[in-house]
């Protein structure tokens, strides 16, 4: 079987590959949802004598790619030396916001 597969058309930045003889396509690069939402891909199948062609819809999902931040970039506390009644005590709550930005 002499068929050779290549795509043809849509594929922005070659973010995608073929293996020409097997027709199996993978992600040569990283994906960026922010940048690049879906994919539109025409593929080409020919035997050296006849050509057809697929059209492949590929959608990127978003996943959360951001690291958790503090809200502050520093904090402070103070405790006495000596104070031990009521332990465990708190001695500071820090907290972080995850931004799942679009």
């Known amino acids: ?11 922005i930045g ?8 097997t027709g199996a ?6 994906l960026d949802y922010e940048k690049i939402k879906k994919y539109e891909l025409r ?7 006849k050509e057809n062609y697929t059209t492949v819809l590929i959608n990127v999902r978003d996943v959360n790619d951001n690291p ?7 904090y402070r506390t103070q405790i006495t030396e000596e104070d031990d009644r009521g332990l ?14 679009v």
């Open 88 to 101: 465990p005590k708190r001695v500071l709550r820090v907290s972080v916001y995850v931004c799942v930005c």
């Open 43 to 49: 593929l080409t199948a020919s035997d050296n004598f």
């Open 14 to 21: 070659n973010v995608f590959a073929i293996r020409n003889s």
């Open 68 to 74: 958790p931040v503090f809200e502050k970039s520093s």
């Open 25 to 30: 396509l993978y992600v040569a690069k990283a």
């Open 1 to 11: 079987s002499g068929v050779r597969y290549k795509i043809s058309s849509g594929n």
